[in-house]
């Protein structure tokens, strides 16, 4: 290509990029957010989430047991039932992005030709960044 036609097709992009999404052209703002995500270990995430699931396994047995005391643990059982309710649904949100992310790592293991059992996403992001 000569120097002329190189700049006015990538100007060119940059139109079409702008027109169609121009939020892509921030892109360097999620910069700061990236540097982040990639110090996320996601043995770290899964054990937290492992501990959040027996802590919710815990409050569902303090429940039942609440349930037998009378009327001493009628505030408590109410004030926990409507807890359990909202925290299933956020363990089961948490849990399932959780799994939508080690696919994703896997994914990106194998992209690079990884095992993705063999190698765990921590390995792999040390690899990548050193």
């Known amino acids: 290509m000569s120097r002329i036609v190189a700049p006015f097709i990538l100007n060119q992009h940059f139109r079409l990029l702008a027109n ?5 052209l921030d892109f360097h703002e999620d910069l ?3 540097e982040a995500a990639t110090k ?9 989430m492992l501990a959040v699931s027996c802590g919710l ?7 039942d047991a609440s ?3 009378g009327p001493v643990s009628t505030g408590f059982h109410l004030t926990l039932s409507k807890f359990i309710s909202q925290a299933e649904v ?4 948490v849990t399932n ?3 939508i992310v080690g696919k994703s790592a896997d994914g990106l293991a194998l992209y690079f030709g990884e095992d993705p ?8 992001n040390l690899h990548i960044v050193i």
């Open 20 to 24: 169609k999404s121009p939020d892509l």
């Open 32 to 34: 700061v957010s990236l």
């Open 40 to 48: 996320i270990h996601l043995k770290n995430v899964a054990e937290q």
């Open 57 to 63: 396994k815990t409050a569902k047995q303090e429940l």
């Open 67 to 69: 349930a037998n005391d």
């Open 90 to 93: 956020e363990v089961a949100s």
């Open 97 to 99: 992005f959780f799994t």
């Open 117 to 124: 059992a063999r190698c765990p996403f921590e390995q792999g």
